[in-house]
Every structure is written in structure tokens, then in C-alpha cells.
């Protein structure tokens, strides 16, 4: 059978850590993605210059 959890330090360190891999993963994943969205927007707004270069009124 299992026994339950009481509390105490083993819980608390089990929260850490579970806590830190939430965090960990959050860093790993949410960062890259912020850059690559910001390059994109970086991208499309220098494509849309270009064009509107092109075929704006002359």
C-alpha cells in the first residue's frame, strides 16, 4: 500500500524540485520562441518596406 505524505522536508523538497523543472522547461521553451517570433516580425516588416518601395505611387 502506499503511504501518504505527512509533510516535512521531503515534501518540500519534492515541490523544489518539481518547481524547478516547471520553471526549466518555461525557460527552455518560451525564451526560443519569443526570439524566433521577434525575428519573424523583424522579417515581415522589412518585406513589407521593400514592397511597398516597389509598388508605391511614384
Known amino acids: 500500500m ?3 505524505l505527512k509533510g516535512g522536508l521531503e515534501t518540500v523538497i519534492a515541490i523544489v524540485i518539481v518547481a524547478g ?8 521553451v518560451v525564451i526560443p520562441m519569443s526570439q ?3 525575428e519573424l516580425i523583424g522579417a515581415t516588416t522589412d518585406s513589407l518596406t521593400q514592397q511597398q518601395t516597389t509598388i508605391g505611387p511614384q
Open 2 to 4: 502506499l503511504n501518504k
Open 21 to 28: 523543472l516547471v520553471v526549466a522547461l518555461l525557460i527552455a
Open 36 to 38: 524566433q517570433g521577434d
